[in-house]
């Protein structure tokens, strides 16, 4: 007999409920110890225990409003397994793809590492920890496997998608590298790094809530910050502006001169270590000196950068 429940009030019990009920609901917090099994499944490998439960150990959603789907099918003892997978959203019954899939029995041993849609596994009876990445999405939750039952997980990930675009506010382009860190302001990852990228346009999924984007130009000392908020099922587009201005550094003396480009915003020293013919910089509004130095030669020009202007800088013999 299978029994195949959704979060709620009402649950079906198989036949025999001691032996083959589930032993860990996800939405609620639920306090259980699991028996310890001897013998490490074949399938997985030698060496692989099930481990026990902590006494006490609690379980809970990755979020008050996640949702899963469980189901149990009871087996011969000895063919226990788990199918993992998930959804995007609660409406969207597409599963999602190249889940990054980590389960560790009790006594934190690995026993499954593999990107997936489904992640199908042969586990012996006992206690579970899994963790699912999606994207800058990880989650995380635990189980318990009971002799002669098989389980199917299927977690929902509330997620949303961002596409970050930073640019100079003002200017219609600017070929310029920039760096980019998303930190949760909400839900369980509150105040946490979450993501990095330097690919600008990059489709970045994530678990819906709030959010703060700081971007810095790779070359100046410009930073941009905004919050948004993601939305289960959608994907946004985020223009970054910065305000602050291009200055185009050009040395105009022999194509194979080795030249060394400073920038100097007063008696400080705001960029260096630039060794190129070229180069582009992004810079705060305010008054700055460009240095060249083409072996022991030191070139200077003094410039003004206001927000939204491009400047051509060049300098040479």
């Not at 070229?278 to 022991?296: F, H």
Request: net charge neutral.
């Amino acid at each position: 007999m299978d029994a195949c429940t959704r979060p709620s009030h009402t649950r079906r019990q198989t036949r025999r409920p001691q032996g083959y009920r589930l032993a860990a609901f996800f939405c609620c917090s639920l306090v259980l110890a699991a028996p310890a099994i001897a013998a490490a499944n074949p399938r997985i490998g030698p060496g692989i225990g099930p481990g026990i439960a902590p006494e006490n150990e609690e379980t809970s959603s990755i979020s008050p409003s996640l949702e899963h789907e469980i189901s149990i099918t009871q087996v011969k003892p000895g063919q226990e397994t788990a199918t993992l997978s998930a959804r995007l959203t609660e409406i969207n019954l597409s599963l999602a793809k190249d889940v990054t899939w980590r389960v560790r029995n009790g006594a934190s041993d690995l026993v499954y590492d593999d990107r997936a849609t489904t992640a199908a596994m042969a586990l012996a009876p006992g206690y579970y920890t899994v963790e699912a990445r999606f994207g800058a999405i990880t989650l995380e939750e635990s189980f318990t496997l009971l002799e002669g039952n098989s389980i199917t997980l299927n977690f929902v990930l509330n997620a949303g998608a961002l596409r970050i675009l930073p640019r100079i506010k003002g200017m219609l382009t600017a070929d310029i590298n920039s760096h980019t860190r998303i930190f949760a302001l909400s839900g369980k990852a509150k105040g946490k790094l979450v993501k990095e990228t330097d690919e600008p346009g990059e489709v970045i999924s994530l678990t819906a809530g709030r959010y703060r984007l700081e971007n810095r130009m790779v070359l100046g000392n410009a930073l941009a910050v905004t919050d948004v908020k993601v939305q289960p099922g959608v994907m946004s587009a985020v223009e970054i502006d910065h305000h602050a201005g291009l200055a185009r550094l050009s040395y105009v003396g022999a194509a194979d001169a080795k030249v060394e480009w400073q920038i100097m915003r007063g008696p400080v020293m705001e960029l260096g270590n630039i060794n190129s013919l070229n180069a582009s910089v992004v810079l705060r509004p305010g008054n700055y000196t460009a240095v060249a130095r083409v072996g022991g030669e030191r070139l200077t020009a003094s410039f003004q950068i206001r927000e939204g202007e491009a400047r051509d800088i060049m300098l040479g013999n």
